[in-house]
């Protein structure tokens, strides 16, 4: 019976670990952050604070494309050795999170990260994961994480048909599979039913004043099909201008802007505007 029982928890610990994929430098990077934080007592200071605070941390981060496709399934990446624009926003939020809560295990870690980065919070297949930000904007407004604010700081209607991912199914190694193909065609109509906003580029210098530090901000994009091409943080900076906190490109490190996010955009003919999220509090 004892060596069954130990075969039983055997058997289950492998299953609870089997959909976490991350190395020892990860979770030294992880104590080392949530240590510091509460060194600082920034579990003290608003939520959009504690973002920044953590994005700068990882300044000089290198860029890394593709992260989350590890493996041949649908796993729980954990990577905060490098960065692509989205993982780098959605680790400074889920820290940021963990710290306003003081969760401060590696387990309250993952588990938020899932939380964050999958439809309703539970990972269930690769069609799980948000993979459209404007769709991660609605799920995670859904389910009280963040408030969009494009609208009521002056967007106007972001008139835009979605349907890259499943026109460009052949650069998605998991959509050769045609039920996920299918099931991302579903998302894409869900998504095009909505409506969304978006502050153009040539505007966003008249609405600054109304974006504060630790907003996560995602750059719409003309690209035919594609919602958002770019996501990071502002963050005002002693100028009084909101740059721009984001892991930028292949062969670049996680840095600041050098000019405001107007005219950092001004400078990319393929960035049409902006969507302002904000965080809320956790509850």
Excluded at 4 to 17: D, E, Q
Excluded at 52 to 58: A, L
Excluded at 79 to 102: E, H, M, Q, Y
Excluded at 132 to 158: M, Q
Aim: glycine residues 6%; hydrophobic residues 35%.
């Amino acid at each position: 019976m004892k060596a069954n029982f130990l075969i039983i928890l055997f058997i289950l610990f492998n299953i609870s670990i089997s959909s976490q994929i991350y190395t020892q430098k990860d979770v030294e990077i992880f104590k080392n952050l949530i240590n510091k934080a509460q060194q600082d007592s920034l579990q003290n200071e608003s939520i959009g604070k504690i973002i920044v605070e953590i994005g700068k941390q990882f300044i000089g981060t290198d860029y890394i494309a593709h992260s989350l496709e590890v493996g041949d399934k649908e796993d729980i990446v954990v990577n905060l050795r490098n960065f692509d624009c989205t993982t780098f926003l959605d680790n400074s939020l889920v820290l940021a999170r963990l710290i306003k809560s003081n969760d401060t295990s590696f387990t309250d870690y993952t588990k938020e990260l899932t939380k964050e980065r999958y439809r309703n919070g539970k990972l269930n297949q690769y069609p799980s994961r948000l993979h459209y930000f404007t769709d991660w904007i609605y799920d995670a407004e859904k389910r009280g994480l963040i408030k969009n604010i494009s609208k009521e700081i002056g967007g106007k209607l972001y008139c835009k048909k979605i349907f890259f991912m499943s026109k460009n199914y052949k650069l998605y190694k998991q959509l050769s599979n045609e039920k996920f193909l299918e099931e991302i065609k579903q998302t894409e109509k869900e998504i095009n039913k909505r409506k969304y906003y978006y502050v153009s580029k040539e505007m966003i210098s008249k609405v600054e004043d109304k974006i504060k530090t630790g907003d996560l901000i995602a750059i719409t994009t003309s690209v035919e099909g594609l919602d958002i091409a770019h996501v990071g943080i502002a963050i005002r900076m002693e100028d009084g201008r909101i740059h721009y906190l984001h892991a930028p490109n292949i062969g670049q490190k996680v840095k600041i802007s050098e000019k405001p996010l107007s005219d950092y955009l001004m400078g990319n003919n393929a960035q049409t505007g902006i969507m302002v999220a904000r965080a809320l509090e956790p509850k």
